[in-house]
């Protein structure tokens, strides 16, 4: 799979559901000590990180998306085992009642 730099929230939540079920981790990750309500967030600590299976996904989130995105050529180096992108919008455009639904 080509990975871009950014993942809207749906795009997150569709690749999120299609990676795990082929085994590969993903992961979002607060940088700014706000965790999203009604999702699965872990905070940004590289120590940590390192220790996620080789191939995971990390999606980095702030409040508008800028700042991730900005930084994201950095956490590529610090984490050249791991896939890297930034939620586009970040933590502001978030729909915590938005799901992903099974096509039939």
């Known amino acids: 799979m ?4 950014e993942w809207t929230q749906k795009e997150f ?3 999120k559901k299609k990676l795990e ?3 590969i ?3 979002l990750v607060d940088t700014i000590l706000s965790p999203i309500e009604k ?3 872990v905070v940004y600590n590289p ?9 995971s996904v990390f999606v980095f989130y702030c409040d508008s998306g800028k700042a991730t ?3 994201l050529n950095e956490y590529k180096e610090k984490f050249p085992k791991h896939t890297c992108i930034s939620l586009k ?3 502001g455009y978030w729909r915590k009642n938005m799901m992903v639904l099974e096509d039939d």
Do not use: C, H
């Open 2 to 5: 080509n990975y871009p730099n």
């Open 13 to 15: 939540l569709i690749n």
């Open 21 to 23: 079920s082929d085994f």
């Open 25 to 27: 981790k993903v992961v």
């Open 39 to 41: 999702a699965d967030t």
């Open 47 to 55: 120590y940590e990180l390192q220790k996620e299976p080789m191939g």
């Open 69 to 71: 995105l900005n930084r």
């Open 89 to 91: 919008g970040g933590r």
